[in-house]
């Protein structure tokens, strides 16, 4: 209920919309129980047509606009109640968006992209039924109930309660075939989204599978996952087509109770076979919403299940925002300091009592063992990740205490790994700067991290589409692309994650020469495993087991024999053997 409850606010903001729909509905539900009315006045004018004051002929005109007004009325309904809910299906899209992007990089490490993605397919799929189709139904189904069972019991009582006595069975067993079919579409749901990432996965892998001759094993793999979809579809198909003729029990039964008991109160000269007519009418009125009644309780339980779904990510806090105090910092003139700075992703700590000053326009190169807490150190400078009170401070006042946007506007960041928009080059280098801002920037920015003589070669220059996840260019393209990305949008701060691991020794000579002109008054922090990357460094701290295990300017790091210079022998041997 409490998560049904978040639909409140939307719901209140289309009520206008809604009470219109029931207005319709009023009017269509009224349309509808006149025209048995009017067939009862018919059958009564055929039978005594002296004693009548409509003749047959006028019902039947009378039918006719009935019938008319009927339809118009019901297309106002069902058009203002269904686009009320596709326009709450929009919101909720829009909201979950809107707090995805809020939330910080831990919520992501938790959660799986398909599991998010469903939420946004399946889930908002539910809630737009219940909130439409359910809430018309439902609303449908009380006022034809109450008007058709007052009328039906004005004719006739006992005959009224006969003739729905099959109703509550026929709720029962709809709610329960309903049931069934919501979890055999979810099952069948459930086959086509693993058909549909394992196509994706085998359609980027393709060069991996050609390489190791897979191809078959991946065919196999797939015909076994699409027997197992089709599997699920026949199933859901056979459970489908029982509704159809449940409802037609049921029908046939109330009629089968009208036609005997009725007939024998028409005989009997106990009812009119006008009312007879009539009270035919209404029963079958009421045989689609019962049966509807038994799909609104199914339909209420799988909206009310999957608003919870979507409730997890509305009403998930990021642990990283932007405080009450907090304000923008335009520059870093006293540079970055960590003090006693302590993360870690769970209970075990990554990063430990790590003390650091960086001064401004310093060049500090950070290496280290793998997993030694590197990355962790550059993405909580970004704040990505949620950063404790009084451990890091930028121009001397508290991180969480600066706006996020002025934060990460000051500083330029190359993630470890190169994301690639499936857009073209300008696009991609384009990213971080506002439209219509690129000029000549771009182009600018791409000689600077030595990109321009590669986009010089391609047909279409800065045009050039990069496939999907940049699958046209080499790993050290793709490299070279993000640190431009970065250059293009003129950082006060330069924060490069391993942006060297993918690019050969003749370009990260050139890069380095170009990295160290636009380095100028900059900050930077670059993290490399390759220590050459550090060439125009002031200082470089070795990080082991999540903290500072040495730190100080390259040579005089090489002369104290410790882990750095362990690494810059190895370096060198490989270097020599290769
Ligand atoms: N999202 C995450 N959730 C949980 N643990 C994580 C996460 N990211 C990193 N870690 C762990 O934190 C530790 C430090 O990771 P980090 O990526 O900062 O190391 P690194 O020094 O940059 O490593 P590398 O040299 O391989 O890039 C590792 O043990 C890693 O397994």
């Known amino acids: 209920m409490k998560d049904l409850a978040l639909l409140v606010p939307y719901l209140g903001a289309l009520c206008r919309r809604y009470a219109g729909g029931a207005l319709f509905l009023l009017l269509t539900n009224g349309f509808a129980l006149l025209i048995p009315w009017f067939m009862k006045l018919a059958v009564e004018g ?229 009312d007879f007519v009539a009270f035919s009418g209404y029963l079958t009125m009421l045989v689609w919403p019962t049966a509807v009644l038994g799909w609104i309780l199914t339909l209420a339980q799988r909206g009310a299940a999957s608003m919870a779904r979507l409730a997890v990510i509305l009403t998930a806090e990021p642990s990283v925002g932007d405080a009450a105090d907090a304000e923008p910092l335009e520059e870093v003139r006293q540079g970055i300091e960590f003090r006693e700075l302590t993360f870690g992703y769970g209970n075990e700590a990554v990063l430990e009592r790590i003390s650091l000053h960086i001064a401004s326009g310093e060049k500090v190169g950070i290496t280290g063992e793998v997993g030694s807490g590197k990355s962790t150190l550059l993405r909580l400078l970004l704040r990505l990740l949620p950063v404790g009170d009084g451990m890091l401070f930028l121009d001397g006042r508290d991180i969480n205490r600066i706006a996020l946007n002025s934060l990460r506007r000051l500083i330029g960041y190359v993630p470890q790994e190169a994301f690639l928009f499936s857009r073209n080059i300008r696009e991609n280098i384009a990213y971080g700067l506002a439209a219509g801002a690129e000029g000549a920037i771009i182009a600018d920015a791409a000689r600077q991290a030595g990109f321009l003589e590669d986009v010089g070669n391609f047909h279409d220059g800065l045009d050039t589409m990069v496939g999907e996840k940049g699958v046209m260019l080499s790993g050290g393209q793709k490299q070279r692309l993000s640190i431009a990305r970065a250059l293009a949008t003129d950082p006060r701060i330069l924060v490069l994650d391993d942006p060297l691991s993918a690019v050969d020794a003749g370009h990260e000579e050139e890069i380095l020469a170009q990295l160290g002109v636009f380095y100028r008054n900059r900050t930077v922090l670059i993290v490399s495993h390759r220590l050459s990357a550090f060439r125009d460094c002031d200082r470089v701290v070795v990080l082991k087991n999540g903290g500072i295990a040495e730190q100080g300017r390259p040579a005089d790091l090489l002369a104290q024999g410790g882990l750095y210079a362990q690494m810059y022998r190895s370096q060198r041997l490989q270097e020599e053997l290769l």
């Open 46 to 274: 055929l039978q005594h047509p002296a004693a009548v004051r409509l003749s047959p002929a006028a019902c039947a005109a009378v039918i006719v606009a009935l019938a008319l007004a009927h339809c118009i009325t019901r297309i106002f309904s069902r058009t203002l109640i269904l686009n009320a809910a596709r326009i709450i299906e929009f919101r909720i899209r829009d909201d979950l968006f809107r707090r995805l992007m809020l939330l910080d990089l831990q919520y992501f490490s938790s959660s799986r992209t398909g599991d998010i993605l469903s939420r946004f397919s399946n889930d908002l799929t539910n809630v737009r039924m219940l909130t439409g189709f359910g809430a018309m139904s439902a609303v449908n189904t009380v006022i034809l109930y109450l008007a058709a069972v007052t009328l039906m019991v004005r004719i006739q009582p006992w005959l009224t309660l006969w003739a729905i006595l099959p109703f509550p069975l026929m709720v029962l067993v709809v709610k329960r075939i309903s049931q069934s079919m919501f979890l055999r579409s979810l099952a069948a749901q459930e086959e086509l989204a693993r058909l549909s990432s394992m196509a994706e996965e085998s359609v980027s892998a393709v060069r991996l599978i050609k390489s190791y001759c897979r191809e078959d094993h991946f065919l196999g793999l797939f015909e076994a996952m699409s027997g197992s979809y089709l599997h699920h579809n026949l199933r859901l198909a056979r459970l489908r087509g029982l509704v159809l003729p449940v409802m037609a029990a049921a029908t046939g039964a109330g009629t089968l109770v009208v036609v005997f008991l009725g007939g024998r109160l028409v005989i009997a000269g106990a009812m009119t076979l006008g």
